[in-house]
C-alpha cells in the first residue's frame, strides 16, 4: 500500500508520515544520560541517588522503578501498555513499578508521529514502540555490566528478571537497586539487542489497567478534582453566536447570589468567580448580558452546507492519481454518488476545565490535557513570562477524542486569571458552554464517481471536501494544498483499482471553529468508501463481502479479518424482515479491521442494534484486553455518532445544548459486540479510533440491506426511513 501511494509536490499520506516516524525518520535520540534529565526546563529535579538511564526511566535504591509516561490517559490504557513494554524490556519488578506523568519538554517527549508533544491519532504505542523497547533494553544492558562488572563475569552469563541480576553459575543475585549507582556510571549502550517475541513475559497477556483500582475506589485525580489552597471557583459563557462580543453587561443580580466574589468581562466572554461551583454557575444565570452579535448572527446549516455542495463542483488537488481515470470512468457503467457528515461535538463526560494559580513572575496550571507542551507554550506567549516559568500538571483525562488537543482551554482560564490579582482559580465549563463552544469536527462532503467492468470496480474518482484542520494545527502536514490527515484512508483505500485519483479540496465552514475528533480523516473517508462500495456491490449484483473480497489484491492481513469476521458473523445466513446485515474493511492507523453490524428498521424509521462482529489484525498485541475494550469503545462512540450524532446552527449559534438534544447511545439499546482478534508479528497498530470508523458505515450497509433505503448522509433519517418504508 504505502509503496503505491503517490502523492504530488512531496506530500505524504499520514500513515507514510506515521511508518517513517516509526522506522527512525521523525524519532529524537532516546539514549539520554542520566545527567541530561535535569537539564531541560521544568525536568523533575528527583534523580539525585537514581538510576536515570533516560527519559523514561527512574530506579531508586529500593528497586522501585518510575516509568514516566510520554503519553497521557484518557481511558484508552495507555499507561499499561507503554509500562507493559518498558518493563518488558527492562524485566522491571512488577510489583515495584510506579507511573509519572511526563512533565512539557518537546525535546524529551515528543511524540515520533508528530514531532510534537501530543496524544492522539492512535499512535501512542505504535510511535513510541520502538523507542520504548530500546529505553527499557538499554537500562537492562546497563544493570547487567554493572553486575558482571561487580562478579567480574562475563556479562552473557547473566540473566534478568523481575528487578534482579542472576548469575546461575555462582548462584549469585542482585537486585536492580543495589545497582543503581555502579549502572549510573556506564555510558549506555547504542544497538541494544532487543527481546525476540518469544521471550516475552508481559507483552501478549491480559493484564488488569494500573488505572482501573483508583478510578474504583474513587481516588484517581482528574484536572476537574485538582484543588488549591485559596483557591475560587468560576465558569464562563462565551457569546453564544460564533465571532461575537460582550457588548453590555448589569451584574448587580449576579453579585447578590450568596457565595459570588467577582464578574469578570472580556472581550468576547463573561465569568463569574464563586466560594465554590454552585455560588458561580447560580451567579452567571443571574447575569445580565447582552451581546453585540456581529456578522454571523443570521449563519445557519443551510448555509453552510450551501457553501460546501457548491465549492464541491470545483477540482481539488490531485494528492494520488494512478492509470488514466477519466477514461476508466467511460469504459463501464459509470455510476455518482455523494456523501456527507455533519459537525460533531466531543461531549466528553469530564467537561472542560483548567485551575490556574497566576503570580506576578510565575503561573501554574493543573488540567487534563493532549498537548502539554503547547499549553505551556502558549501559556507562556499570553502571559508573557519565561517559559520556564509555567508550571503544568498533568493529569488523567475524562475523555479527550481529540477535543484536548486543543489549549483554548487553559487560555481562557489564564485569561480569567488575569484578572484574579494573584488567587488561584478553577474554570470549569458548564456541560451547555462545553457543547455549544466546542472545537467541532469538520463537515465533509465526500464527491465519487466509479466505473464497474466485469463485476469489479475498473475506475474510481474520489474528491474529499473539507477543512484542514492540520494547515492550522500542525503545518507540516499541510503542503501545497493538501491536508494529510483528511486523504488519510482515501489514498490507500485497500481496493485494487487501476485506474485511481483522490482529490482534496479544502473548504473552510464560515465562523465555525473546526479540529480533530475520534477516528480523524479516516471516520470520514471509511463512511463514504466502504458505503458506496455496497451500492456498487448491488449494480454488479454481487453479495458485498464477496464483492470487497475480489478486489483485495495484495492485502493478506485485511482478507483474513474479513473472512473471519464473515464467519463469525453468520455472514449469509437468512435473517428476518426488515433486518440486515452490513459490512466494512478498512487499514486505518495501521491496523487492519472488518466489521458487520446487525441492525433492525421497524417502520417507523428507528434502528436497533442487534448484534456487531468484528475481526481485527492490530499487530503485536501489547495488552489484548485493553485492546478489546478499545474495539468495543470505539464502536459505541462511532455508532453513537451514526444514530443521533449533529451539531446545528441557526442564527449564528448551535443549537444542542446538552444530552437531552445531543443525544448519547444507552446502556438499554447496546447489542451484543463479539471481538476476534488476530494474532499478528507485525508492531502494534492504532487501536483506539478503528473501532469508531468501522461502526457507521457497517451500521449505514446493515441499514441498506434490510430496507433497500441508501442513505447518504449522517447522522440516519429516521423520517426518509418511515416514508420508503410506507410508500
Given at each position: 500500500?504505502?509503496?503505491?501511494?503517490?502523492?504530488i509536490?512531496?506530500?505524504?499520506?499520514?500513515?507514510?508520515?506515521?511508518?517513517?516516524?516509526?522506522?527512525?525518520?521523525?524519532?529524537?535520540?532516546?539514549?539520554?544520560?542520566?545527567?541530561?534529565?535535569?537539564?531541560?526546563?521544568?525536568?523533575?529535579?528527583?534523580?539525585?541517588?537514581k538510576?536515570?538511564?533516560?527519559?523514561?526511566?527512574?530506579?531508586?535504591?529500593?528497586?522501585?522503578?518510575?516509568?514516566?509516561?510520554?503519553?497521557?490517559?484518557?481511558g484508552?490504557?495507555?499507561?499499561?501498555?507503554?509500562?507493559?513494554i518498558?518493563?518488558?524490556?527492562?524485566?522491571?519488578d512488577?510489583?515495584?513499578?510506579?507511573?509519572?506523568?511526563?512533565?512539557?519538554?518537546?525535546?524529551?517527549?515528543?511524540?515520533?508521529?508528530?514531532?510534537?508533544?501530543?496524544?492522539?491519532?492512535?499512535?501512542?504505542?505504535?510511535?513510541?514502540?520502538m523507542?520504548?523497547?530500546?529505553?527499557?533494553?538499554?537500562?537492562?544492558?546497563m544493570?547487567?555490566?554493572a553486575?558482571?562488572?561487580?562478579?567480574?563475569?562475563?556479562?552473557?552469563?547473566?540473566?534478568?528478571?523481575?528487578?534482579?541480576?542472576?548469575?546461575?553459575?555462582?548462584?549469585r543475585?542482585?537486585?536492580?537497586?543495589?545497582?543503581?549507582?555502579?549502572?549510573?556510571?556506564?555510558?549506555?549502550?547504542?544497538?541494544?539487542?532487543?527481546?525476540?517475541?518469544?521471550?516475552?513475559?508481559?507483552?501478549?497477556?491480559s493484564?488488569?489497567?494500573?488505572?482501573?483500582?483508583?478510578?474504583?475506589?474513587?481516588?484517581?485525580?482528574?484536572?476537574?478534582?485538582?484543588?488549591?489552597?485559596?483557591?475560587?471557583?468560576?465558569?464562563?459563557?462565551?457569546?453564544p453566536?460564533?465571532?461575537?462580543?460582550?457588548?453590555?453587561?448589569?451584574?448587580?443580580a449576579?453579585?447578590?447570589v450568596?457565595?459570588?466574589q467577582?464578574?469578570?468581562?472580556?472581550?468576547?466572554?463573561?465569568?463569574?468567580?464563586?466560594?465554590?461551583?454552585?455560588?458561580?454557575?447560580?451567579?452567571?444565570?443571574?447575569?445580565?448580558?447582552?451581546?453585540a452579535?456581529?456578522?454571523?448572527?443570521?449563519?445557519s446549516?443551510?448555509?453552510?452546507?450551501?457553501?460546501?455542495?457548491?465549492?464541491?463542483?470545483?477540482?481539488?488537488?490531485?494528492?494520488?492519481?494512478?492509470?488514466?481515470?477519466?477514461?476508466?470512468?467511460?469504459?463501464?457503467?459509470?455510476?455518482?454518488?455523494?456523501?456527507?457528515?455533519?459537525?460533531?461535538?466531543?461531549?466528553t463526560?469530564?467537561?472542560?476545565?483548567?485551575t490556574v494559580?497566576?503570580k506576578?513572575?510565575?503561573?501554574?496550571?493543573?488540567?487534563?490535557?493532549?498537548?502539554?507542551?503547547?499549553?505551556?507554550?502558549?501559556?507562556?506567549?499570553?502571559?508573557?513570562?519565561?517559559?520556564?516559568?509555567?508550571?503544568?500538571?498533568?493529569?488523567?483525562?475524562?475523555?479527550?477524542?481529540?477535543?484536548?488537543?486543543?489549549?483554548?482551554?487553559?487560555?481562557?482560564?489564564?485569561?480569567?486569571?488575569?484578572?484574579?490579582?494573584?488567587?488561584?482559580?478553577?474554570?470549569?465549563?458548564?456541560?451547555?458552554?462545553?457543547?455549544?463552544?466546542?472545537?467541532?469536527?469538520?463537515?465533509?462532503?465526500?464527491?465519487?464517481?466509479?466505473?464497474?467492468?466485469?463485476?469489479?470496480?475498473?475506475?474510481?474518482?474520489?474528491?474529499v471536501?473539507?477543512?484542514?484542520?492540520?494547515?492550522?494545527?500542525?503545518?507540516?502536514?499541510?503542503?501545497?494544498?493538501?491536508?494529510?490527515?483528511?486523504?488519510?484512508?482515501?489514498?490507500d483505500?485497500?481496493?485494487?483499482?487501476?485506474?485511481?485519483?483522490?482529490q482534496?479540496?479544502r473548504?473552510?465552514?464560515?465562523?465555525?471553529?473546526?479540529?480533530?475528533?475520534?477516528?480523524?480523516?479516516?471516520?470520514?473517508n471509511?463512511?463514504?468508501?466502504e458505503?458506496?462500495?455496497?451500492?456498487?456491490?448491488?449494480?454488479?449484483?454481487?453479495?458485498?463481502?464477496?464483492?470487497?473480497?475480489?478486489?483485495?489484491?495484495?492485502?493478506?492481513?485485511l482478507?483474513?479479518?474479513?473472512?473471519?469476521?464473515?464467519?463469525?458473523?453468520?455472514?449469509?445466513?437468512?435473517?428476518?424482515?426488515?433486518v440486515?446485515?452490513?459490512?466494512?474493511?478498512?487499514?486505518?492507523?495501521?491496523?487492519?479491521?472488518?466489521?458487520?453490524?446487525?441492525?433492525?428498521?421497524?417502520?417507523?424509521?428507528?434502528?436497533?442494534?442487534?448484534?456487531?462482529?468484528?475481526?481485527?489484525?492490530?499487530?503485536?498485541?501489547?495488552?489484548?484486553?485493553s485492546?478489546?475494550?478499545?474495539?468495543?469503545?470505539?464502536?459505541?462512540?462511532?455508532?453513537?455518532?451514526?444514530?443521533?450524532?449533529?451539531?446545528?446552527?441557526?442564527?449564528?449559534?448551535?443549537?444542542?445544548?446538552?444530552?437531552?438534544?445531543?443525544?448519547?447511545?444507552?446502556?438499554?439499546?447496546m447489542p451484543?459486540?463479539?471481538?476476534?482478534?488476530?494474532?499478528?508479528?507485525?508492531?502494534?497498530?492504532?487501536?483506539?479510533?478503528?473501532?469508531?470508523?468501522?461502526?457507521?458505515?457497517?451500521?449505514?450497509?446493515?441499514?441498506?440491506?434490510?430496507?433497500?433505503v441508501?442513505?447518504?448522509?449522517?447522522?440516519?433519517?429516521?423520517?426518509?426511513?418511515?416514508?420508503?418504508?410506507?410508500?
Amino acid at each position: 500500500m504505502m509503496q503505491a501511494t503517490k502523492l504530488i509536490s512531496g506530500a505524504i499520506a499520514r500513515r507514510d508520515f506515521i511508518k517513517g516516524a516509526a522506522a527512525g525518520g521523525f524519532l529524537l535520540a532516546f539514549h539520554v544520560p542520566a545527567r541530561a534529565i535535569n537539564e531541560p526546563e521544568q525536568e523533575p529535579d528527583d534523580v539525585q541517588g537514581k538510576f536515570a538511564p533516560n527519559a523514561f526511566i527512574r530506579i531508586d535504591k529500593t528497586g522501585a522503578t518510575t516509568l514516566v509516561m510520554p503519553q497521557v490517559e484518557m481511558g484508552q490504557g495507555v499507561y499499561t501498555g507503554v509500562a507493559m513494554i518498558l518493563a518488558e524490556e527492562l524485566d522491571a519488578d512488577p510489583t515495584k513499578i510506579l507511573l509519572e506523568h511526563a512533565p512539557p519538554n518537546e525535546k524529551l517527549y515528543a511524540n515520533p508521529a508528530f514531532g510534537i508533544q501530543a496524544t492522539g491519532g492512535s499512535t501512542s504505542l505504535r510511535a513510541f514502540w520502538m523507542p520504548l523497547r530500546k529505553a527499557g533494553a538499554t537500562a537492562r544492558a546497563m544493570l547487567v555490566q554493572a553486575a558482571a562488572q561487580r562478579w567480574q563475569v562475563d556479562r552473557a552469563s547473566c540473566t534478568t528478571a523481575r528487578g534482579e541480576v542472576s548469575h546461575s553459575a555462582s548462584n549469585r543475585k542482585l537486585t536492580y537497586g543495589v545497582l543503581i549507582d555502579a549502572a549510573s556510571k556506564i555510558a549506555p549502550p547504542k544497538n541494544v539487542p532487543l527481546k525476540d517475541p518469544a521471550q516475552f513475559a508481559l507483552i501478549g497477556t491480559s493484564q488488569k489497567r494500573f488505572d482501573t483500582p483508583n478510578k474504583v475506589n474513587g481516588k484517581v485525580i482528574y484536572g476537574i478534582d485538582a484543588m488549591v489552597p485559596g483557591m475560587k471557583f468560576a465558569t464562563l459563557a462565551s457569546c453564544p453566536v460564533f465571532g461575537g462580543k460582550v457588548a453590555h453587561m448589569n451584574e448587580a443580580a449576579a453579585k447578590a447570589v450568596p457565595g459570588v466574589q467577582q464578574v469578570i468581562a472580556l472581550d468576547d466572554m463573561v465569568a463569574v468567580v464563586g466560594d465554590h461551583m454552585w455560588a458561580a454557575k447560580k451567579g452567571l444565570e443571574a447575569l445580565k448580558v447582552s451581546w453585540a452579535e456581529g456578522e454571523h448572527a443570521k449563519l445557519s446549516s443551510a448555509d453552510i452546507w450551501q457553501d460546501i455542495r457548491t465549492a464541491s463542483q470545483k477540482d481539488g488537488v490531485i494528492a494520488k492519481s494512478q492509470g488514466d481515470v477519466e477514461k476508466g470512468l467511460s469504459n463501464g457503467q459509470r455510476f455518482e454518488a455523494d456523501y456527507e457528515l455533519p459537525f460533531l461535538a466531543h461531549a466528553t463526560m469530564e467537561p472542560l476545565n483548567c485551575t490556574v494559580w497566576l503570580k506576578e513572575d510565575s503561573c501554574e496550571l493543573w488540567l487534563g490535557t493532549q498537548i502539554i507542551a503547547r499549553v505551556q507554550q502558549t501559556t507562556a506567549a499570553l502571559t508573557g513570562l519565561p517559559i520556564e516559568k509555567i508550571t503544568v500538571h498533568n493529569h488523567l483525562i475524562g475523555g479527550g477524542f481529540g477535543r484536548r488537543l486543543e489549549p483554548d482551554m487553559a487560555l481562557n482560564a489564564v485569561r480569567i486569571a488575569q484578572q484574579m490579582k494573584g488567587v488561584p482559580v478553577k474554570v470549569v465549563w458548564t456541560r451547555e458552554e462545553d457543547i455549544q463552544q466546542d472545537i467541532f469536527r469538520p463537515i465533509y462532503r465526500n464527491v465519487i464517481s466509479a466505473s464497474l467492468a466485469g463485476g469489479k470496480v475498473a475506475a474510481w474518482k474520489y474528491k474529499v471536501c473539507g477543512a484542514s484542520i492540520m494547515a492550522r494545527w500542525l503545518p507540516p502536514a499541510f503542503q501545497k494544498g493538501i491536508d494529510i490527515d483528511a486523504i488519510d484512508s482515501a489514498v490507500d483505500m485497500p481496493y485494487d483499482i487501476p485506474d485511481f485519483q483522490v482529490q482534496y479540496l479544502r473548504v473552510e465552514p464560515r465562523a465555525v471553529p473546526t479540529g480533530f475528533w475520534r477516528g480523524v480523516g479516516p471516520n470520514n473517508n471509511v463512511f463514504a468508501i466502504e458505503s458506496f462500495m455496497d451500492e456498487l456491490a448491488r449494480k454488479a449484483g454481487k453479495d458485498p463481502i464477496a464483492f470487497r473480497r475480489d478486489m483485495l489484491g495484495k492485502q493478506p492481513r485485511l482478507m483474513a479479518a474479513l473472512d473471519l469476521v464473515a464467519a463469525k458473523s453468520d455472514w449469509g445466513k437468512p435473517l428476518p424482515a426488515r433486518v440486515g446485515r452490513g459490512a466494512c474493511v478498512q487499514p486505518s492507523f495501521g491496523s487492519f479491521i472488518a466489521t458487520v453490524v446487525e441492525a433492525e428498521v421497524d417502520p417507523q424509521g428507528e434502528v436497533v442494534l442487534r448484534r456487531i462482529t468484528t475481526a481485527a489484525d492490530v499487530g503485536t498485541l501489547v495488552n489484548p484486553d485493553s485492546v478489546e475494550a478499545q474495539l468495543q469503545g470505539g464502536l459505541v462512540f462511532g455508532l453513537t455518532a451514526a444514530l443521533y450524532g449533529e451539531i446545528s446552527i441557526k442564527k449564528g449559534r448551535v443549537e444542542q445544548s446538552n444530552f437531552n438534544d445531543y443525544r448519547m447511545l444507552r446502556i438499554d439499546q447496546m447489542p451484543k459486540i463479539d471481538v476476534h482478534l488476530i494474532k499478528s508479528g507485525e508492531p502494534p497498530g492504532g487501536v483506539g479510533e478503528t473501532g469508531t470508523t468501522a461502526g457507521p458505515p457497517a451500521l449505514r450497509n446493515a441499514i441498506f440491506a434490510a430496507t433497500g433505503v441508501a442513505l447518504k448522509r449522517l447522522p440516519i433519517d429516521r423520517d426518509l426511513l418511515a416514508r420508503r418504508s410506507n410508500s
